[in-house]
């Protein structure tokens, strides 16, 4: 813990104008970001007696080594230099609304030749008109259904769209007048984008024109006994109509606005935001925040307003923002909201009438959402927090470890040997902090070896980074540890990649690999990071020094927060041996010619039809394929000469050679090497001297990991292997 007056700045070193300023810790992260019409007055604040401050803004200001600061001319810019920096550093002790799920919007993609309307989450993009946001996806589905009677725009991706145009033929909605048909010419580009147009202002709130145009042609085709195409007109009417209904009027005729409400208590808010676009309720959202840092509804309401319109510009910024308290001050809030918008914007607090009713309606539904977070998080938050401390107490740990790593070391057979490093920071993994190692100190399989090597790399990196503030130099980044990055400069807040320690390290073995792990971190003089390792056979903990494992119970939520970093830092690291394996079984002759890239290689391919002619062709045979000179094809023969033979091709069925020629060009890209299927067929050669699960045993363990870290990546299978089975005995 630091002591505040130890980092003070001196006096008259603060300016007396408006800025934003950073605090930060020993490893110089910024922890929290803020804002000032006074610097010296607010950063003042700070550095008094501790007794007389908040119990969170005192945690900050012990936990910070430093204070800087930025001079700004106005408060809109320290309004806007705030939002940037909050953005960028993600600091720990600021106010950050987290979306309880991503909402989807209604999108009419203006930008393209021919609109579509469509359902799209994420970031916004330019040229597309959004609309909502809304609850659910079929929400969205069931009210384009309807209109899409009236404004039959089309939906389809743009390969249906594409398909039909080569057939001419359209999709089943062009048949049944869901569609305008574009794709086969029924409108032009024109009619198309004017339907799309008049789609958009309805959505927007304009219904009345509408609603008038069609009932005045309903009456116009009924008096001219046109009583099909009237029928047709009353049907669409009735269509549009059920439309509106799904959002009932709420607020005056062409009232554009958002209501923001709270609920609150000391550690936890909850935000809901609902749109009103032409009087009516287009999109609700809600958001959930810790209380980290000691802050007001105001100060709420402004980190709100920050966050809902940092990124938007235009009619996305409605005439009205309603809110349950004023941030203080107002003038910059209200003026970086006129600038957003591009017009005048009035932020007020709703005192009589429709306004505040529906106000009242909203804070409902923030006090909902505040209570529907916590029944969520108790039993998760109190689970982890159990077996933080399980592991601590089992190690004999001062304190629960909330940053544990874990690594793992993967090879075929002694090829291919990596290592990977996960973690786990308040029981949850932080997947921007994985990192993976090709082990280059020795060849041959020696877990033990490699162990060595990767704790030795990973916390040499650690020392370099705390000695030089951050600063690593080329030679020591001229590895597979990661990308490459720049030193750390005073303006760029977060270190890189090794910068953090963890108070525990777990490896993924016994006795031998932990025994491995503390020589490392003996070597390099680190006595303050704990070590234990997870066996697999009997999920046995090897701790340094001691001759028998620690037991945990097999209920023990310790236990299975072990079992899940292990188990996720085995998927991480048999998926870069598996890449790296891939691309050695696809390397050939052509790669080890310099200077041959992809585009020549596979001019190559083409030209000769298969890789055994192109062995057999001379050099000036080469020489006409375009973009090869003369050079390099001797260089291209020279390799295929220094190349070993390929082994003939042999029909297992009845033991005959085959002198067929090999694939042509496009087999060869498409088709997938026979070692590759061969090796991926016995996956329990893959590693491990110890008891190592097969490759569908390890994805269901994934799978248990990241339930429990509530991060699986959507792209890998689930399975129900002996790690499901393992898990089924644990309650």
Same mark, same amino acid.
């Given at each position: 813990m630091a002591d505040p007056s130890s980092y003070r700045p001196k006096p008259g070193q603060i300016p007396d104008s408006p800025g934003v300023y950073r605090f930060r810790d020993e490893h110089r992260r910024v922890i929290y970001v803020g804002k000032a019409k006074s610097l010296r007055q607010r950063l003042a604040s700070y550095f008094q007696d501790l007794a007389n401050l908040h119990p969170r803004t005192r945690t900050m200001v012990t936990t910070a080594a430093s204070v800087e600061w930025t001079v700004v001319s106005t408060e809109v810019e320290a309004l806007q230099l705030e939002y940037s920096w909050i953005k960028e550093y993600d600091p720990r002790f600021n106010v950050k609304y987290r979306d309880d799920k991503s909402y989807p919007y209604l999108a009419v993609t203006m930008n393209e030749e021919f609109p579509r309307v469509q359902v799209m989450r994420g970031q916004k993009k330019k040229g597309v008109r959004y609309f909502g946001p809304y609850g659910h996806a079929w929400a969205i589905r069931d009210t384009v259904d309807l209109l899409l009677r009236v404004f039959p725009v089309r939906t389809c991706s743009a390969g249906v769209f594409k398909n039909a145009t080569r057939t001419g033929r359209p999709c089943l909605l062009g048949y049944i007048g869901k569609c305008a048909a574009p794709c086969v010419g029924r409108v032009t580009p024109e009619e198309h984008r004017e339907l799309?147009?008049?789609?958009?202002?309805?959505?927007?709130?304009?219904?009345?024109?509408?609603?008038?145009?069609?009932?005045?042609?309903?009456?116009?085709?009924?008096e001219d006994m046109e009583y099909e195409r009237a029928a047709r007109l009353r049907d669409d009417i009735g269509a549009l109509k059920k439309?509106? $209904?799904?959002?009932?009027?709420?607020?005056? &005729?062409?009232? &554009?606005?958002?209501?923001?409400?709270?609920?609150? &208590?000391?550690?936890?808010?909850?935000?809901q935001i609902f749109h009103v676009r032409g009087g009516r309720v287009r999109g609700q959202r809600g958001w959930v925040t810790d209380k980290v840092e000691a802050v007001t509804s105001g100060d709420l309401v402004e980190h709100a307003l920050q966050q809902l319109y940092g990124e938007e510009t235009g009619d996305s910024v409605p005439k009205e923002?309603?809110?349950?308290?004023?941030?203080?001050?107002?003038?910059?809030?209200?003026?970086?909201?006129?600038?957003?918008?591009g017009s005048s914007v009035s932020l007020r607090i709703p005192q009589r009438g429709d306004k505040k009713a529906l106000m009242e309606t909203v804070?409902?539904?923030?006090?909902?959402?505040?209570?529907?977070?916590?029944?969520?998080?108790?039993?998760?938050?109190?689970?982890?927090?159990?077996?933080? $401390?399980?592991?601590?107490?089992?190690?004999?740990l001062d304190s629960a470890p909330l940053r544990i790593e874990c690594y793992d070391i993967s090879h075929l057979q002694g090829d291919d040997v990596?290592?990977?490093?996960?973690?786990?920071? &308040?029981?949850?993994?932080?997947?921007?902090?994985?990192?993976?190692?090709?082990?280059?100190?020795?060849?041959?399989?020696?877990?033990?070896?490699?162990?060595?090597?990767?704790?030795?790399?990973?916390?040499?990196?650690?020392?370099?980074?705390?000695?030089?503030?951050? $600063?690593?130099?080329?030679?020591?980044s001229a590895d597979e540890d990661g990308p490459v990055e720049s030193s750390l400069t005073e303006d760029d807040g977060r270190p890189k990649r090794f910068a953090y320690p963890p108070q525990l390290v777990v490896v993924d073995g016994g006795q031998p690999q932990v025994a491995a792990a503390k020589r490392a971190l003996d070597e390099l003089g680190i006595d303050d990071i704990a070590v234990c390792g997870l066996a697999k056979r009997l999920e046995e903990v090897w701790v340094p020094d001691e001759d028998d494992p620690v037991v945990l119970p097999r209920t023990s939520e310790g236990l299975y927060l072990l079992q899940r970093v292990r188990d996720e830092a085995h998927r991480f690291a048999i998926t870069y041996q598996r890449t790296k394996r891939a691309k050695r079984f696809r390397a050939g002759p052509l790669d080890e010619v310099p200077g041959l890239g992809d585009a020549r290689k596979q001019a190559l391919i083409k030209h000769f039809g298969s890789v055994k002619r192109l062995r057999s062709a001379t050099i000036d045979q080469i020489c006409e394929v375009p973009g090869i000179g003369r050079k390099t094809a001797e260089t291209i023969v020279a390799a295929f000469a220094q190349a070993a033979p390929a082994a003939p091709a042999v029909n297992t069925a009845t033991g005959e050679i085959m002198e067929d020629e090999e694939p042509t060009a496009e087999e060869h890209t498409d088709s997938e090497p026979t070692a590759v299927e061969h090796t991926d067929a016995e996956p329990t050669a893959e590693k491990h001297t110890d008891a190592e699960p097969t490759d569908e045993e390890h994805v269901g363990a994934e799978h248990a990991t990241e339930h429990a870290t509530d991060a699986r990546p959507a792209e890998e299978p689930v399975s129900t292997g002996a790690s499901e089975e393992r898990r089924g005995q644990e309650p």
């Open positions: 799309a147009e008049e789609f958009c202002d309805f959505m927007a709130g304009r219904t009345g024109t509408y609603i008038r145009r069609l009932e005045k042609d309903m009456a116009v085709a009924a439309a509106m $209904e799904k959002s009932a009027v709420v607020l005056a &005729d062409a009232t &554009d606005a958002d209501l923001i409400a709270l609920a609150e &208590d000391e550690l936890e808010a909850a935000v923002v309603l809110v349950p308290a004023l941030p203080d001050p107002l003038e910059p809030v209200q003026a970086w909201l006129t600038e957003r918008r804070h409902r539904n923030a006090l909902h959402a505040l209570a529907l977070h916590k029944t969520k998080r108790a039993s998760d938050l109190t689970t982890r927090s159990r077996a933080l $401390e399980e592991i601590a107490e089992a190690l004999d990596v290592a990977s490093m996960v973690v786990l920071e &308040d029981g949850l993994a932080r997947k921007s902090e994985y990192r993976r190692f090709q082990i280059k100190g020795f060849e041959g399989q020696d877990d033990v070896r490699s162990m060595h090597e990767v704790i030795t790399r990973r916390f040499k990196r650690y020392l370099a980074a705390q000695e030089k503030s951050g $600063e690593w130099s080329d030679a020591e």
